[in-house]
């Protein structure tokens, strides 16, 4: 089934029911002022950076720093593609062909990934990666794989010999063989590896897009590109490990909706296997991306196809096997990693903050119009509106993983970045915003980016 190219609008269904993209959205908007103003007023320590890079700039829930600036390298190229997204964004999208729509996609996305990062001048590619804290460093002093797997253990508690930074330990060892694979290759410098991982962050739209058209509902596909592609998640992407994370997993699922709606047997089963071993990887890359099995789900739902889960998940598990036979077994190591987690800043935090500053965390990083698009998704649903529900689906098993996700406690600030892999799959709801919304929501979304990279050093 496809779907049209506007939206349907509750509006015919039921006056209340355009209530609800409102109250999403103020709900969105009063999430973010309530979570920067609690530590201020109440008192209350929430620790948003360790101890050892605490400031008196520090704000809340952001984990980065108050520091205004008003130009920057990337700041005109950042501001005019801005402009020209506002104007043309939609009607490109709407007349494209498909292909190069994708091609377009992902040639703007690099820009805005590229021009936002460049607002801090080159340090905004390089002082992220660079950080010890982080993998590129540790990386570039493994000489020996199998012997790094056979000390692994030992290094992730806090205080061991040797012991793990923080990206490191917190993560399975797919996550930094990526980067020790840069290393190999020669690619292994900060700025090197920064441009590698922007230029992978910025497939992230193109995959979402492959996977909702699979699924039949190009229009909405169509309409959620400038969502997807000039989201405020840029600010957050740009270098960070969690954009990589975000990328092949969208790829793996986009692969899964290929495999999920092909005619013949032959390139549905080979769709299947490449999601299969996509989605392996980026389990090993993450503890939290097995949530990814969420969107798969929806995918297979609104694909009414069970065919390609037996291909995907079994190879998917000689991802997860081979790592294991190698002597690192996933499910042996996440308790370490629980113990690691309690060790460091994270029994610090309160978690009754931050269970709700960890939504607006989120709504900074994926712009305020998601609350819009939730409630609007939620209106048309109980509408009856939809005319199909790839789309829907897919929206809300993004709900879903944020949820879990909030709810396991083992997401305590920092979700602007943690939260990458989930979000695209919550900015499709945008999609399903009425006409009226779709230039000033763009807008909105914009600015919300704009603002927050030049308010704040925000580290990524």
């Not at 029911?17 to 002022?33: E, F, I, K, N, S």
């Not at 103003?37 to 520090?58: K, T, Y």
């Not at 570039?140 to 012991?163: I, N």
């Not at 997993?249 to 709606?261: D, K, R, S, V």
């Amino acid at each position: 089934m496809t779907d049209r190219a506007t939206p349907p609008d509750p509006t015919r269904a039921g006056g209340w029911r355009t209530l609800l993209p409102w109250l999403g959205l103020a709900a969105a908007v009063g999430v973010v002022a309530w979570a920067f103003w609690w530590p201020g007023h109440s008192g209350e320590e929430v620790f948003p950076r360790a101890p050892r890079n605490a400031s008196d700039r520090e704000v809340p829930p952001l984990h980065g720093l108050w520091e205004p600036k008003w130009w920057g390298p990337g700041t005109a190229p950042a501001v005019l593609l801005a402009l020209l997204a506002w104007r043309y964004a939609a009607r490109v999208a709407d007349r494209f062909p498909w292909r190069t729509l994708l091609l377009a996609s992902y040639a703007v996305g690099l820009g805005w990934l590229f021009s936002l990062a460049l607002v801090d001048g080159s340090e905004g590619l390089t002082r992220q990666l660079g950080n010890p804290y982080e993998y590129l460093v540790t990386a570039r002093e493994v000489t020996d794989v199998p012997a790094l797997l056979d000390t692994w253990r030992e290094r992730m508690p806090l205080h061991s010999d040797g012991a793990f930074p923080t990206h490191v330990a917190g993560h399975p060892p797919a996550a930094l063989l990526f980067f020790v694979g840069l290393v190999r290759v020669g690619l292994g410098g900060d700025l090197a590896a920064g441009v590698v991982v922007t230029l992978l962050a910025a497939s992230t739209a193109p995959a979402v897009m492959v996977a909702v058209r699979a699924l039949g509902a190009e229009g909405t596909a169509r309409r959620a590109a400038p969502f997807l592609v000039l989201a405020p998640t840029a600010v957050f992407a740009a270098v960070s490990g969690d954009a990589v994370f975000a990328a092949l997993g969208a790829w793996g699922i986009a692969c899964l909706a290929l495999g999920a709606t092909r005619t013949r047997r032959g390139p549905a089963l080979a769709w299947s296997a490449l999601a299969g071993l996509l989605l392996g990887t980026v389990v090993m890359m993450s503890y939290g991306l097995p949530l990814l099995g969420v969107v798969a789900v929806a995918v297979l739902l609104a694909a009414r196809s069970w065919l390609p889960l037996p291909v995907a998940a079994a190879t998917a598990l000689v991802v997860v096997l081979g790592f294991a036979a190698a002597g690192w077994a996933w499910w042996d190591y996440y308790p370490v990693l629980v113990d690691r987690y309690e060790e460091g800043i994270a029994k610090d935090r309160p978690e009754e903050y931050w269970r709700w500053a960890n939504l607006a965390l989120l709504v900074l990083s994926a712009g305020p119009l998601v609350g819009a698009g939730v409630g609007q998704l939620l209106a048309t649903t109980r509408a009856g509106l939809v005319r199909n529900r790839g789309p829907v689906l897919l929206a809300a098993a993004g709900v879903l993983m944020v949820a879990a996700a909030d709810a396991s406690g083992m997401s305590k600030a920092e979700v602007e970045r943690i939260w990458l892999p989930f979000m695209p799959w919550l900015l499709v709801a945008c999609a399903v915003l009425p006409e009226r919304w779709r230039r000033w929501g763009l807008a909105l979304q914009l600015l919300t980016a704009l603002v927050v990279q030049h308010l704040f050093y925000t580290v990524w």
